[in-house]
């Protein structure tokens, strides 16, 4: 991958690995071998100016922790993250500040995530005070200017309410708005519509859209849902267990998968067309932790091509055309 | 053929600090045996309400005020406690959302089963144990887990846990409220073929409230539709799909991103549902639909019936052919706005 002029951000072989804790005595004795949850190994991507990346795969695949990670919520244990053409994983003190104000999150839950006792005004300000910026006034513009951006007008009227007086759709702008009030040129969404109801969830896809585009963000987009992710991203990783297996543009993705993951992930979405007869998943169980210790494909164990070689050593990532990439011997 | 279950203008109300909220009001709808019925909604539409008023589960402060329940031709709104824990299990099961948290983190998940099946049927602690691994298996689940505990099952194997639980006793009637909604894609595609198999053999049927209409495209043959306490239509999966009626169900639809075919432009729907504490005359929805008149402000619209089997509750249910064209435009609803 070359760094090219709009990419804001490169993603280098990006590790996590947590370790499992034993008991005290365990841990003094002389056989005690330290074992690790590998909650992200080995993530390499990058992301373009007012492109949307989708982050994809089940529960456990690590996806939510390599958003934590790119926002430094959470330490690497290894690689490289380049935001903006610098390294980013060893910045400290007042430049890891500055990163901070230019990477935002926002997270699934917007009933938890916000602090009931601040005005919306308040919590929207909160960022800039922490970051020293303008006076009061300015402020003011400032949070006006981004609750309306966030679909929150007249601002006004905005302002003096309380999180519990708006709805669950008011209250994930007002997050995006609490995010982007600093300017940010990257912006981490994990799974901020999976609690929304459908009527309003497609309005919130759209606001990220529409954001990413006029701002030039670049947006990384973390879900399990694939019929989202088809309205909302132009590329889709797809991760298991800690890896990613596929990385692609979204519709060619969906409509023509290489690796047999995401051929599971995608037949495994419910159709709402009572005559496709849709088949369903052909994949058995969940992943297990333990297959990140084998020695080939980590998807082997339930993989329907398995094959020797597929047991014996892991697969890398390929370049394909269309800038696809798969991770498989068989695809 | 007499309904299984026969839900008739059953009307709910809870009472609150602020006066009376009818969360419920005049909804009907009935189940033959075997068919699965999907009641799907926006949250707080009422939906998971007229559950808890089918089950006698309802809040203190929650009352049914009018309409009746009937169930294999027995009124059950108005039963005794005693009585209906009779039926409960045996012959009316749940699945709910939040079941797999309900699990008591000290008993093995097999004493769990055992003690719900030895509380509403006399059979041995043996016997009861091997029809426990039996249900095992029919979820998907390794017969010698049964000795586990909760803490050691992940997410989706305590859901399953929690189907063969309301399996074990053979109900005639499931009521599912979000069975997959906390869970993954993969793990809901499993978990929904393992509830659509077993209840091909045990013909049983079942009560599904979701918000999800993919879902319930899939697993159901009959949808009503829901909004601030009532129904707005009512008909096969099938009529809904090809004819919705009414325009909250043609929204709902633009609404739903979907992977099939090329991608469509998605609509949301904007405004929100009414208070239910502030009186509201005529339609419900007049406020968020793109095609309102002077009528749906002035009389409340009433069932209308454009086909056999198919209700839709709005005056210009029989002019839907036009506003259908019309809703798959973003524009339509965008207009509304103002």
């Given at each position: 991958m070359t760094f090219s002029q709009d990419t804001v951000l490169e993603v280098k072989d990006l590790r996590k690995h947590f370790p499992i804790r034993r008991g005290l005595f365990r841990s003094f004795s002389r056989r005690y071998d330290q074992q690790y949850i590998?909650?992200?190994?080995g993530v390499s991507f990058s992301i373009r100016a007012g492109e949307t990346l989708g982050l994809a795969?089940?529960?456990?695949?690590g996806k939510t922790t390599t958003g934590k990670l790119i926002v430094h919520l959470l330490e690497a244990t290894s690689g490289m993250i380049r935001f903006q053409g610098r390294e980013s994983l060893r910045l400290k003190g007042g430049e890891l500040k500055q990163f901070r104000r230019q990477v935002q999150m926002i997270f699934q839950d917007p009933y938890t995530s916000q602090?009931?006792?601040?005005?919306v005004f308040k919590w929207v300000q909160e960022p800039l005070i922490i970051h020293g910026l303008g006076d009061s006034q300015w402020r003011k513009g400032q949070v006006m200017e981004t609750l309306e951006k966030t679909?929150?007008?007249?601002?006004i009227q905005y302002l003096?309410?309380?999180?519990?007086?708006?709805s669950g759709g008011q209250r994930q702008r007002l997050a995006i708005a609490r995010a982007l009030v600093l300017q940010p040129r990257c912006l981490v969404a994990d799974e901020?519509?999976?609690?929304?109801d459908v009527s309003l969830r497609a309005g919130l896809i759209k606001l990220i859209k529409s954001l990413t585009v006029e701002l030039e963000l670049a947006t990384i987009y973390i879900s399990h849902d694939l019929s989202v992710m088809r309205y909302l991203c132009d590329r889709i990783a797809i991760m298991y267990l800690g890896k990613i297996m596929e990385i692609g543009p979204t519709e060619r993705i969906l409509k023509k998968p290489l690796h047999p993951y995401s051929r599971a992930l995608i037949s495994a979405v419910p159709i709402?067309?009572?005559?496709?007869?849709r088949q369903r998943t052909q994949i058995p169980g969940e992943p297990s932790?333990?297959?990140?210790?084998?020695?080939?494909?980590?998807?082997q164990p339930r993989?329907?091509?398995?094959?020797t070689r597929c047991r014996e050593e892991p697969p890398e990532m390929v370049e394909r055309k269309n800038g696809r990439m798969v991770a498989c011997w068989n695809a | 053929m007499e309904p299984l279950l026969d839900v008739y203008k059953i009307k709910i109300d809870y009472k609150t600090e602020r006066g009376l909220v009818?969360?419920?009001?005049e909804v009907s709808f009935s189940i033959r045996s075997p068919q699965n019925l999907a009641l799907v909604g926006e949250s707080g539409c009422g939906k998971t309400t007229v559950a808890k008023g089918i089950l006698h589960l309802?809040?203190?402060?929650?009352?049914?005020s009018g309409g009746r329940i009937t169930f294999q031709g027995q009124r059950?709104?108005?039963?005794r406690e005693r009585d209906f824990d009779r039926l409960r299990w045996c012959q009316i099961s749940v699945i709910s959302q939040s079941a797999m948290n309900?699990?008591?983190?000290?008993?093995?998940v097999g004493d769990q089963i055992v003690e719900a099946i030895q509380a509403h049927e006399r059979m041995g602690k043996r016997e009861a144990h091997s029809r426990v691994r039996e249900l095992f298996q029919w979820v998907g689940l390794?017969?010698?887990?049964?000795?586990?505990?909760?803490?050691?099952?992940s997410g989706g194997m305590k859901q399953r846990v929690i189907i063969a639980m309301s399996l074990a006793l053979r109900p005639s009637l499931i009521i599912a409220d979000e069975?997959?909604?906390?869970?993954d894609v993969i793990m809901q595609d499993q978990i929904l073929e393992k509830i659509v198999n077993i209840q091909r053999q045990s013909v049983s049927s079942m009560l599904m409230i979701s918000h999800d209409i993919s879902v319930v495209t899939e697993v159901c043959q009959h949808i009503v539709v829901m909004y601030a306490g009532k129904v707005l239509e009512s008909c096969s999966i099938e009529e809904f799909y090809?004819?919705?009626?009414?325009p909250y169900s043609m929204g709902l639809q633009m609404a739903f991103p979907t992977l099939e075919g090329e991608a469509k432009r998605l609509i949301s729907i904007p405004g929100f549902p009414p208070n239910l504490l502030e009186e509201i005359?005529?339609?419900?929805f007049r406020d968020r639909c793109?095609?309102?008149?002077p009528i749906c402000e002035q009389i409340a619209p009433p069932d209308v019936e454009?086909?056999?089997?198919h209700i839709a509750k709005c005056h210009f249910a029989h002019q839907a052919d036009g506003f259908r064209l019309l809703s798959a435009r973003e524009e339509t609803w965008e207009a509304n706005v103002a």
């Open positions: 590998k909650a992200v190994d795969g089940e529960s456990g695949s602090n009931s006792r601040f005005t679909g929150l007008k007249p601002a003096h309410e309380f999180p519990h007086q708006l901020p519509t999976s609690m929304l709402p067309n009572p005559h496709t007869g932790l333990l297959d990140q210790g084998i020695r080939g494909c980590r998807f993989c329907p091509l398995s094959e | 009818r969360a419920v009001d309802l809040a203190d402060n929650a009352s049914i059950i709104d108005n039963m309900a699990l008591n983190p000290v008993y093995t390794p017969p010698e887990r049964v000795r586990a505990y909760p803490h050691e099952f069975p997959t909604t906390a869970l090809e004819h919705p009626c009414h005359s005529g339609c419900l793109p095609f309102q008149r454009v086909s056999p089997g």
